[in-house]
Structure formats: structure tokens, C-alpha cells
């Protein structure tokens, strides 16, 4: 019998194997340059080395392979752009032809699970998500949590009086992550007082960001799709997607509790007070123009399971978690390359100080105080040109067939914005696109909104929703620190610094002194 079958097998294979020669060759057969990489891998083995984090590789390849170029890994192929008039086109003008974001199978099926959220859901599923979601990120609602992350602020500037107060270094990134987490962690996991250097879930989440794990997670490009979901599930089981379980499974116990509490309440006739964070704000919020939607098109069309105008509690933790994974890093990373700028610019850290000094006087910073920061909003600006985060989410799938550029882009093709490139192209920041200059965010910047030039926070429908959240939690912490504290750099800093990462970009410490001002 297994004489019989062992033709069959054999040709299987050779058509497996052909398949994915035909697919490491895809750019080349189109006669568009790029890495070529090895048989059957394309450049999986670059995206997972040490050497260089995965950004800046791409970045390598830009200088060598002009400002669009393709390369494979296994079965994925993925387009890179640089050019700002190709951003545009992608991220805005065709839209409906780039609704998707460039995931790794390893990933799941955003279409299917139950729990998907708003980073991976597309089409209508996005659409109802995204609905629901924005006036979370309200200037109503940041007002309302605006005590909170203070409080959050406070509680990180006891630790660093603590910390500095024998004249000792800090590392900076991790105490701003441990402001992130609080941050979250009160807004979107039902925490209710501060876990500062002592939540069990902060390791478990660091953990998410760190390279090996990185690095194995990106393996479910290179493997055939059969294989995919066997690998997804031994890794949900052990590594790094068990620490996604752990999340969701505390978020879910907040969830779950919140809804008890506010049925017992409704039981002894109790009225529901104002949202207390996140949590209450998803289970009020409800989206009753979402079926207006104009879109012609069949994929926005509303599965029948998904026309809830409100959130499932699963949908609630799926927003929740991601909001933690979004958030977490990004922001505490920010925080981190603005110290370090500020501190190697002493006198953009003097301006910015003046700014603070006169906008804040009072103990408590309020909400519309942080609007007058607009220094502290161009420092921030700069940070995010020249340190450019999270640039893998910068990417979108192509949904159907069309042209770009002079392309043809099929449906399936990824398309990736090298973003550090494109936040110091001359042709748009001038000649001195590499330096740290804040201050030209003041005065005339049409040049620097060239559409599709500037993309920190993505752009179009699908750009980041957490943005001023970001702000204001940065704005916040930056502006108690800088009343009191002026950052210095000391024997333990690395200049410049030194970048580490795999598929995002991080530097490997951010020590500093924080010198009391008189
Ligand atoms: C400095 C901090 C941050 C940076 C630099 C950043 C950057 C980005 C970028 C580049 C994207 C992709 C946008 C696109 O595809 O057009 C994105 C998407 C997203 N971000 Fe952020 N982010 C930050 C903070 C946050 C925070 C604090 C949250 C939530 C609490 C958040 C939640 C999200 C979500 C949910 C998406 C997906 C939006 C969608 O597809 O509809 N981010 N972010």
C-alpha cells in the first residue's frame, strides 16, 4: 500500500517545492529589484538576525534597491515604498484596495476569531470595531481619565526621587514602561490602584517585546499553510502566545467583573455613575450610524454574526489587550528617545523647561493645560521623525488587483512603508534631515505635511486611534519630570544609541542622570 502511495507523495512534494521556487522568484520574474534571500526562505533569515533590527534593515535595502523594491519570505511577498506620493496612494486614495494590514499567518484568521481586534480585524469587522472605539479616544473621554494618568505620573515621579536620590543613573526605558503599563493597566485592565515595579504581568509583557520571542513568531511566514495552524498552536500552548493568554485572561476577569458589578447595582437600583475607564466606556459605547457605511463594495457587506451595535465581551478584551500591546511600548519608547534627545540638545531642554515652567504653575496639570505644551508637542513631533515607531503596522494588504506606480500589485501582496527612510528623505526635511531640530515644527510647515511624508501614527482610516492618548500621557509625565528634574547623560549612556530589535526597533538602554534643578 505505501508503494502504492509513494508517487503521489513524491509529486505532492516536487509541487509543493516548485511552488515555492516559482514564489521566491516573484519579483525578479516582474523585473522589480530586491533581496533575493535563499530558495524556498527569501529573506526570512535577515528578518530574524541579530545583526540589525528588521526596520533598519529595510532601510539598507532602500539605499540599495531605490525607493520601491520587493522581497519574499516562504510564501509572502511584500512590496516596500518610500515614496510619499506611493503612501498616499496606498494608505488613503486607494483605500479600498489596501483595506487589510500586512500580518504573518502565524497570526490567525482575523475573519474567524471570535476575539479579533482592531489591529488585525478588516473590512466590515474594522469598520464596526473602529466605530466603536473612536470616542473612546475623545478629548471628552481623555478628560475624563486625565486624573488617572496623573496619578500614574505622580507615582513614577516618588520612584525617581527615590531612585536619583543618591545621585545614581536611571535606566529611563524601563521606568517609562512601567508608567505605560500603569497607565493601561488602570484605563483598560480594571486595575485599581497603582502596581508600579510590582505587577506580576509586567515581565509577561515585556516579555512580548523581547527579540527571541519576536524572532520566533515571525517563523509563520516561511511555512507552508498546512502547517501554519499546528505551529500557531504549540506556540499558544508554551511561548510567547501564552503570555497573550495570560493578558487576556486577566482582562477578561475585569471584564466579566465590571459587568456582575454594574447588574447588581441595576439590582439595588443604584445609577450608573460616570465611566470609570475603558471598560465602562466599551460596554456604554454604541454605534448606531454603523450600518450606514456607503461603501459599493461586497467586503464591508455585514456578516450576519457581527451586526451587534454594541461589543461582546469578547470583542471588549480583544480591544483592551491590543490596547496594551499598542500602547505599552510605543509610548515608553517615545518617552525614551525624547530624554535622550533632550539631554544630548541641553538647550532644547532649557526652551522646553521655560515652556513647562510658564504653562504648568500649578501642582496639578489639567487637561487644557497640556493643549498650551506646543514645544513639548514639536520635541515630540521631532522624536517620532527621527526614531520612527512601530513601523511594521505601517504596511497594508493588497485586497484586489491594481496598479501602483507603474506596478501591478495582485491581491495577497503586502505592501511595507519603510518609514525611516522616508522621515529623512532631503528632498522633503532638507539637508539636514538627519538632525534634531523642533523648533521648524513652529514655524511654516507645509513642506513637512507633504502628504504621505510623515507618518509616525500611519495615515488614512486605519491610522492609530491610540494617538492622543499617546500625547497626553507623554505630555503628562514629561512636564511633571522637567518641572523639577533636568536630564543628563553620564558614564552609562550610550551615544549614540545603540538600537536592538527584530521586527520593531528599541535602544538597548537609555541611562541618565536626573539632576535636581535649583
Ligand atoms: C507614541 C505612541 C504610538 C505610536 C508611535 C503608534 C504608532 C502606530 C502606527 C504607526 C499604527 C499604524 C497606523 C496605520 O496603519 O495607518 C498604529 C495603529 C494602532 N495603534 Fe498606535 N501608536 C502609539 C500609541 C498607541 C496607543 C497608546 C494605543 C492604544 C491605547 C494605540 C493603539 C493602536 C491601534 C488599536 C492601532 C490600529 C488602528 C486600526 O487599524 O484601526 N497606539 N499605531
Known amino acids: 500500500m505505501s508503494f502504492l502511495l509513494f508517487p503521489w507523495i513524491s509529486v505532492a512534494v516536487l509541487g509543493v517545492l516548485s511552488y515555492y521556487l516559482w514564489q521566491w522568484t516573484y519579483w525578479k520574474r516582474r523585473g522589480i529589484p530586491g533581496p533575493l534571500g535563499y530558495p524556498f526562505l527569501g529573506v526570512f533569515l535577515d528578518s530574524i ?94 478628560r475624563k481619565i ?7 505620573a505622580l507615582e513614577l515621579m516618588r520612584h525617581i526621587e527615590e531612585r536619583s536620590a543618591g545621585g545614581e543613573p536611571i535606566e529611563m526605558l524601563r521606568f517609562y514602561q512601567e508608567f505605560t503599563l500603569d497607565v493601561i493597566g488602570r484605563i483598560a485592565m480594571g486595575q485599581t490602584d497603582s502596581q508600579m515595579f510590582k505587577n506580576p504581568i509586567f515581565p509577561v509583557v515585556r516579555k512580548l517585546f523581547q527579540g527571541s520571542y519576536s524572532r520566533l513568531f515571525l517563523i509563520g511566514a516561511v511555512l507552508p499553510p498546512f502547517l501554519v495552524e499546528i505551529v500557531r498552536q504549540i506556540l499558544l500552548k508554551t511561548l510567547k502566545m501564552g503570555s497573550f493568554r495570560k493578558i487576556n485572561v486577566i482582562t477578561m476577569k475585569a471584564v466579566e467583573d465590571r ?30 450610524d454603523v450600518d450606514h457605511f456607503g461603501e459599493d463594495n461586497g467586503d464591508f457587506t455585514k456578516s450576519a454574526s457581527y451586526t451587534n451595535r454594541q461589543l461582546t465581551t469578547d470583542e471588549i478584551v480583544g480591544q483592551c489587550t491590543v490596547f496594551l500591546i499598542a500602547g505599552f511600548d510605543t509610548t515608553a519608547l517615545s518617552l525614551s528617545y525624547s530624554t535622550y534627545l533632550l539631554a544630548t540638545h541641553p538647550g532644547i531642554q532649557k526652551k522646553l ?16 493645560q497640556l493643549s498650551k505644551l506646543k514645544f513639548m508637542e514639536c ?55 538627519e538632525e534634531f531640530k523642533p523648533e521648524s515644527w513652529l514655524s511654516d510647515t507645509d513642506h513637512f505635511f507633504q502628504k504621505g511624508g510623515y507618518i509616525p501614527f500611519g495615515l488614512g482610516p486605519r491610522q492609530c486611534i491610540g494617538m492622543r492618548l499617546a500625547y497626553m500621557e507623554e505630555k503628562l509625565l514629561l512636564a511633571h519630570i522637567l518641572r ?35
Open 49 to 142: 538576525s541579530e545583526e540589525l533590527p528588521g526596520p533598519l534593515k529595510v532601510r539598507e535595502w532602500t539605499k540599495k534597491y531605490g525607493k520601491t523594491f520587493g522581497f519574499t519570505e516562504g510564501l509572502m511577498k511584500t512590496l516596500v515604498i518610500s515614496d510619499p506620493d506611493l503612501v498616499q496612494e496606498v494608505f488613503v486614495k486607494q483605500y479600498d484596495n489596501f483595506y487589510g494590514r500586512k500580518r504573518n499567518p502565524i497570526q490567525g484568521n482575523s475573519e474567524k476569531e471570535k476575539r479579533t481586534n482592531l489591529f488585525s480585524a478588516q473590512g466590515y469587522r474594522w469598520k464596526r470595531l473602529r466605530t466603536i472605539s473612536s470616542p473612546t479616544f475623545s478629548n471628552n473621554s481623555l
Open 146 to 152: 486625565n486624573t488617572t494618568v496623573e496619578d500614574c
Open 259 to 288: 459587568i456582575k458589578q454594574r447588574e447588581e447595582d441595576e439590582k439595588n437600583g443604584i445609577e450608573p455613575g460616570e465611566p470609570q475607564d475603558f471598560i465602562d466606556l466599551f460596554l456604554d459605547a454604541k454605534a448606531d
Open 353 to 368: 523647561q521655560e515652556e513647562v515652567d510658564r504653562e504648568c504653575p500649578d501642582p496639578e496639570i489639567s487637561f487644557d
Open 484 to 518: 523639577k528634574y533636568t536630564f543628563e547623560t553620564g558614564a552609562k549612556t550610550e551615544i549614540p544609541l545603540k538600537l536592538v530589535g527584530a521586527a520593531t526597533t528599541q535602544p538597548n538602554s537609555v541611562w541618565m542622570h536626573l539632576k535636581l534643578r535649583n
Open 379 to 433: 520635541v515630540m513631533k521631532e522624536t517620532l521623525r527621527l526614531y520612527p515607531l512601530g513601523t511594521f503596522a505601517n504596511s497594508r494588504k493588497c485586497m484586489r488587483a491594481t496598479r501602483l506606480g507603474g506596478v501591478e500589485v495582485e491581491p495577497g501582496t503586502m505592501v511595507q512603508v519603510d518609514t525611516w527612510t522616508l522621515h529623512t528623505d532631503k528632498s522633503i526635511w532638507g539637508e539636514d534631515a
